[in-house]
């Protein structure tokens, strides 16, 4: 546990120093806000209503796309790409333990992120009579669909020691990952399956205020595989 | 060396698969299990303990029949929904009482037993590769009880908030020995070739088959009041009255005075005021039932109710929607929460309402009560003038801003307005109120639109003469004799009325009542519900126009079903009502108030943001 600590103290001190960080979260409340109260195809004022699924968690959804690769690009692509990686591999520390605190200290930073859209829920339950249930819901899908989507960022970084490619690859795969819902729309004998295995699916269930087992499972199992993979890969470097 | 890290990757790659595998198999495991936590306030997706305690007491099994095949995954959650509700309702039921089967639509059984019940297909639009097609599957339920055809609900999706109150109250209405029979008085469907639709136009359609399914065949739409109302109907919903004869507003008031419950949707004012022919009169339509209104006491005032603070949305076309002062909606804090129609009642809109006011000296005088249920806002208003309805911008100034009853309750003794009068139908008469009922194309005696009315799509029958039929003159015609004041009359809530003028001989009375139906009633205790308004159950403005389902509620449907309910005596399923979904609105705002919330939420946190970073920043260097 205190390996993993003193790596996300790390991660978290690297973060805290960086612009970086501070512009994305601001572009993504930003982003997420103007989306809300002002993309005229979402309507809110139209609409009427006191309730954040179809305006917000819908949309979120593709904000986490970009947001999630970002976060994850540098995870290991940037130790590989300024030498510290084989410093860090030689470390007397767990694999997963190295794996473990950049997961957490990605997710974190993911947390802050959704946190600043916060003021967005508290404005509209201001507005109207809002239902914090599938808030609380849609927020709690959003942190499991990020915590599945960084799992395979952080592995597909640990990769490739280019960002961008960490980014693009991630990026495209979240985009295939929420886009076979879509294609499972067509109906078709592959349906349910891709229906099954989108992101997408799991996610939007959630936000409507019902925490399902079933997508529980599937975004930690999700993630714990590609966590897996990702402590393979870096250990198959030590053995290089 | 070099073979022992072969083998470690080797090892690595085996234990990723063996994982993957395990991960799969878990997943496929749990596929099946409903184990989840309802987040919502309402417990919208959990059964309630009143579904439970109908569920429960199950004796006769009901067969629950999905059929669901080729619907796209969007509509996923919908299903997902379908199998837990009947999950929990399968494990609330006891002993095998409520069977689920997933009908296999891949086989062609399936398929004829869908066809078999009637069962409808979803249309959708579907892509194919870059463009969309229609496409059609099943997404419906069938529900069989006892030896009645079964209910079918199509389109789930569309009914996904109401489906546990149908079910339940569907089992509840089949499984119960003794049922109220509900009446409904409402213009007639008319199947019209030219416009093209399989279903029968009409405008209250959608409400008649809701009662339908909530009611079995206790449930008596298209009833008509040229004759004396069936006996053994309890409740009797009597819709958008037109221009009723005095023949047809004596036998509601009969109807009532034998102990019958009357449901009265008045609505002088509609959307033909406003859209339609009558838009050029720029009168209220009279309901023929003014004069007997005002003699129970009540009155609906010339005119609309507009609201400045709590009003409907109205579309403008594109996206674009305004506030419509003339579609009030009453909110909760507006009801009765006292009366338990209206006790959990969600807020609920009402379209170009007539504002009632209520002899309160009268009422106390007969010793009646009445009591209004719901009001429009303190922002509330009376406007006379029915002209220009179609503009949406009111001006408050110089309007009286009040509460203005919108529904009321009547409840308490009334003497007849034929009381010493001839019985209405025994010598040829005019319409009880001045719009004649072929004035406008309107006032045929079931209320069904008229040639040229704009209430219905198709030609209809030659209006019908108001003239008595032979059936509605008792003893040949001549005015019957009123019961005496120390005669028995018929106790409220019993199923046969007692005849005036009874000598004991039973078989002589029968035949008496096979010639002239039952006998005439000079005074009763009665129980009426007015409302102000028939729009809040009619087809135009129901749950298949996609702006009231989405956007505006139809809270009608469900006030009214409750009321009927509970006007029968009981209140079971008032508690399933409860848990109706909440449109939540917003509170009105000012555009410039939007503005700035607008604004605040755009700028306000990416900018405290960037303050922090620079703080770091300005720290880190100094």
Redesign the interface.
């Known amino acids: 546990m205190g390996e993993i600590f003193a790596v996300y103290r790390k991660e978290m001190r690297a973060y805290l120093v960086s612009p970086i960080p501070y512009i994305v979260t601001a572009l993504f409340a930003g982003g997420m806000a103007w989306r809300f109260f002002f993309d005229p195809d979402k309507a809110f004022f139209v609409y009427d209503k006191a309730e954040m699924y179809r305006g917000f968690f819908f949309e979120l959804e593709y904000f986490l796309i970009i947001l999630v690769p970002v976060i994850a690009m540098g995870q290991w692509s940037n130790e590989s790409n300024g030498g510290t990686i084989e410093t860090l591999v030689t470390l007397p520390v767990r694999t997963s333990s190295l794996v473990a605190g950049k997961f957490l200290a990605g997710l974190t930073l993911i947390l802050v992120c959704l946190l600043a859209t916060g003021v967005i829920p508290v404005t509209v339950s201001n507005m109207g009579d809002l239902d914090w249930g599938p808030v609380h819901g849609g927020y709690f899908g959003a942190f499991l669909f990020c915590a599945a989507l960084l799992a395979l960022g952080i592995w597909v970084s640990s990769l490739t020691r280019y960002q961008i490619v960490s980014f693009v690859l991630t990026l495209f795969a979240g985009l295939v990952l929420v886009g076979m819902y879509d294609l499972a729309n067509e109906t078709g004998p592959l349906a349910p399956i891709l229906e099954q295995l989108s992101l997408s699916s799991h996610y939007q269930a959630m936000g409507r205020g019902v925490i399902d087992l079933r997508d529980v499972l599937y975004f930690v199992s999700f993630a714990a595989f590609f966590l897996y993979l990702n402590v393979q890969t870096i250990e198959n470097r030590r053995y290089r | 060396m070099e073979g022992?890290?072969l083998q470690?990757?080797r090892l690595?790659?085996m234990?990723?698969i063996l994982?993957?595998a395990v991960?799969v198999l878990?997943?496929i495991v749990?596929?099946r299990?409903?184990?989840?936590?309802?987040?919502?306030?309402?417990g919208?997706?959990t059964l309630t303990d009143g579904s439970k305690r109908i569920l429960a007491g199950l004796e006769d099994p009901a067969i629950i029949k999905v059929f669901w095949q080729?619907?796209?995954?969007?509509f996923?959650?919908t299903k997902?929904?379908v199998e837990a509700l009947l999950d929990e309702m399968e494990n609330a039921a006891s002993d095998e009482r409520f069977q689920v089967q997933w009908v296999d639509m891949e086989e062609e059984e399936g398929k004829s037993a869908a066809s078999e019940l009637g069962v409808e297909q979803y249309v959708f639009g579907?892509?194919?590769g870059s463009e969309v097609r229609e496409?059609k599957?099943y997404m419906s339920l069938t529900i069989e009880l006892g030896n009645e055809k079964p209910a079918i609900f199509n389109a789930l999706s569309l009914i996904e908030d109401q489906l546990e109150y149908l079910i339940v109250a569907t089992i509840y209405q089949r499984s119960r020995t003794e049922r109220p029979v509900i009446g409904m008085v409402a213009p007639r469907p008319q199947f019209n070739p030219f416009m093209g639709g399989r279903r029968p136009q009409g405008q209250f359609n959608d409400f008649g088959e809701t009662m339908r399914k909530a009611f079995g065949n206790a449930a008596r739409d298209y009833l008509t009041l040229d004759q004396p109302i069936e006996p053994d109907v309890e409740v009797l919903i009597l819709t958008r009255p037109r221009a009723l004869t005095e023949t047809q507003v004596y036998h509601f008031e009969q109807f009532l005075l034998r102990g019958g419950r009357g449901i009265l949707l008045l609505d002088p004012v509609d959307i033909d005021n406003v859209f339609g022919a009558a838009s050029q009169r720029a009168e209220p339509h009279l309901s023929g039932m003014e004069d007997w209104l005002s003699h129970v006491g009540v009155t609906a005032e010339r005119g609309v109710v507009g609201d400045f603070e709590a009003t409907c949305?109205f579309p403008k076309g594109g996206?674009?929607?305004v506030r419509y002062p003339f579609w009030p909606k009453v909110l909760p804090d507006f009801m009765d929460r006292e009366n338990p129609v209206t006790r959990n009642l969600a807020p609920m809109p009402m379209y170009w309402p007539a504002a009632l006011s209520v002899d309160e000296k009268k009422q106390t005088a007969e010793g009646r009560t009445a009591t209004v249920l719901a009001t429009t806002s303190d922002s509330g208003y009376r406007r006379g003038d029915i002209t220009a309805l179609k503009d949406t911008a009111e001006d408050a100034s110089g309007k009286l801003l009040e509460r203005v009853p919108l529904i009321v309750m009547v409840e308490g003794p009334l003497k007849s307005l034929w009381l010493g009068k001839p019985v209405p139908g025994s010598e040829p008469e005019k319409p009880a109120d001045g719009e004649g009922g072929s004035e406008d194309g309107e006032g045929s005696g079931d209320g069904a639109p008229a040639a040229g009315s704009p209430d219905g799509d198709a030609p209809a029958d030659p209006p019908k003469s108001d003239e008595p039929k032979k059936d509605d003159a008792p003893e040949g015609g001549e005015p019957k004799e009123a019961p005496k004041a120390d005669e028995p009359k018929k106790d409220p809530g019993k199923d046969e009325p007692k005849q005036d003028g009874s000598d004991g001989d039973g078989d002589a009375d029968a035949k008496e009542d096979e010639e002239s139906g039952p006998a005439r009633l000079e005074d009763g205790e009665i129980k009426l519900l007015v409302v102000g308004d028939a729009e809040l159950i009619c087809d135009q403005l129901g749950p298949r126009f996609p702006f009231s389902r989405?956007?505006n509620g139809v809270t009608g449907f469900s006030f009214v079903a409750n009321a009927a309910e509970w006007m029968s005596g009981s209140d079971d399923l008032l508690a399933l009502r409860a848990r109706a979904t909440?449109?939540?609105?917003?509170?009105q705002?000012e555009d410039k108030d939007?503005d700035l919330?607008?604004n605040?939420?755009?700028?306000?946190?990416?900018?405290l943001?960037?303050l922090?970073?620079m703080t770091?920043?300005i720290v880190?260097r100094s």
């Open positions: 022992r890290n470690i990757r690595s790659w234990s990723s994982l993957f991960i878990a997943n749990f596929a299990s409903a184990t989840r936590i309802d987040l919502t306030e309402e919208v997706y080729g619907i796209p995954a969007r996923d959650n997902r929904y579907a892509a194919h496409s599957g949305l996206r674009e929607a989405a956007i909440n449109p939540r609105n917003l509170e705002m939007r919330v607008k605040l939420n755009l700028y306000l946190i990416p900018l943001v960037l922090a970073g770091v920043f880190r």
